[in-house]
């Protein structure tokens, strides 16, 4: 019972040190969501072998997408013309980093890691996208109409309504709500089971595993830097969630090289993903994704290392210093708001194991239309697939 309590203890620190960033993450988030048009991205990323993939990658790295939730968004990238190198770099750095992420990296962590993330993320998207391009033979991509539709309440198509129209349909207080409600609701539900267990195996293994054992076996070096990408390539984890646990890594004697790779490889691969992709790009580019993954965040991990060793800097002493700036009542508030958040989430999801566990049809809350899951044969994704320009969407 000791134990439970304080594994529950440490939980709810993460969670009451974190929660504030989390929000402004979201938040920020919301704002993307209905500012940022999708067929704007998809235009910039279908030509230039080396310039399209810098967009793609650059483009990601805000992005708040777990690497499911990536899936539908790249095929929808790739069907409206963007080449096979932009989508594999889409498909790294946006699920490697993102607004919610980087900001918790701050709250959790220290402003070295914070840079360091997403400037290791889009390294990797763009060597990964740039060799995809240059070792791909020339191909005659394939065009299809982009989607159009109002990111407010797909009022309209984009096609018979045109963009100059359309502006007068939502105030900018309509589109800021829409964007709140795509945050809290359909974001938020996406992320919080997996922050909260997140959470919760940080309190684990801050409780029950010695610190001389991780500082012993990874502390540093190539060795540690190679245990960190055989656990983060097939684990299911997205950046959000695997923060707080590189956190907890960090403060057992961890290196912040090695949690860095924990950070870049658990994110951006699992067998999901990885199934998608060689679906969508073949075995070549799915050969390319993972070398460079495993390369790049290897490189950076032991980099980051020496940067601390220059500075000075433990990554230890310094881990969750951010945090300290807010007033503790801010700090509770905060985190009783995200649970309160999660309560719907997480309901959903107990419910969907109960059934599983019964043998039901499994329950989901994915925006994708039937039969076309990203695990499931890539036809059309959900909200992402192309719009059909004989009809508006309603």
């Known amino acids: 019972m000791n134990i439970l309590l304080e594994i529950f203890s440490e939980s709810w620190e993460l969670l009451r040190e974190s929660s504030l960033y989390v929000l402004f993450g979201i938040f920020v988030a919301g704002l993307m969501r209905v500012f940022v048009s999708p067929e704007a991205v998809s235009r910039h990323l279908g030509k230039g072998k080396v310039r ?50 980087i900001a918790l990296t701050y709250a959790l962590l220290d402003p070295v890691m914070t840079v360091a993330r997403p400037v290791a993320a889009f390294t990797t998207a763009a060597v990964a996208g740039v060799a995809e391009n240059m070792l791909s033979p020339e191909q005659e991509e394939k065009k299809v109409p982009p989607d159009l539709r109002c990111t407010v309440d797909n ?52 409780v029950l595993i010695p610190t001389e054992l991780m500082s012993r076996y990874l502390g540093g070096g190539l060795p540690a830097m190679l245990i960190m990408l055989a656990v983060g390539i097939p684990l299911y984890i997205c950046a959000t969630a695997s923060t707080p646990i590189a956190a907890a890594l960090i403060l057992k004697g961890v290196s912040p090289g090695a949690a860095l ?7 951006a691969t699992n067998v999901t993903s990885l199934t998608v992709l060689f679906g969508l790009l073949g075995k070549r580019a799915t050969a390319i994704y993972l070398a460079s993954i495993a390369v790049v965040s290897v490189a950076f991990g032991l980099a980051l290392d020496q940067v601390y060793a220059l500075l000075g800097i433990s990554a230890q002493a310094v881990a969750g210093q951010a945090a300290e700036i807010i007033p503790l009542w801010a700090q509770v508030a905060g985190a009783l708001a995200l649970l309160a958040m999660s309560t719907g989430p997480i309901y959903r999801t107990l419910r969907s194991l109960a059934g599983r566990l019964r043998g039901r ?34």
């Open 261 to 267: 790779v924990f950070l870049l490889a658990g994110p």
């Open 361 to 394: 049809p499994q329950v989901t809350t994915c925006d994708c239309a039937p039969g076309t899951c990203p695990t499931a044969p890539l036809v059309s994704i959900g909200k992402f697939a192309p719009v059909n320009n004989d009809k508006k969407v309603r």
């Open 52 to 101: 399209s993939v810098l967009k793609a990658a650059a483009i990601g790295v805000p992005i708040p997408l777990c690497s499911c939730g990536v899936l539908p968004a790249a095929v929808s990238l790739k069907r409206q013309g963007a080449n096979n190198g932009a989508t594999t770099a889409f498909l790294i750095s946006t699920p490697e980093s993102g607004v919610d992420s």
């Open 155 to 206: 009022c309209c198509d984009g096609v018979d309504c045109l963009p100059e129209t359309h502006k007068t349909h939502h105030t900018f207080f309509e589109k800021i709500r829409a964007g709140l409600s795509y945050a809290l609701f359909e974001l938020w539900g996406d992320i919080a089971p997996w922050y909260l267990l997140g959470l919760v195996l940080a309190g684990v293994i801050t």
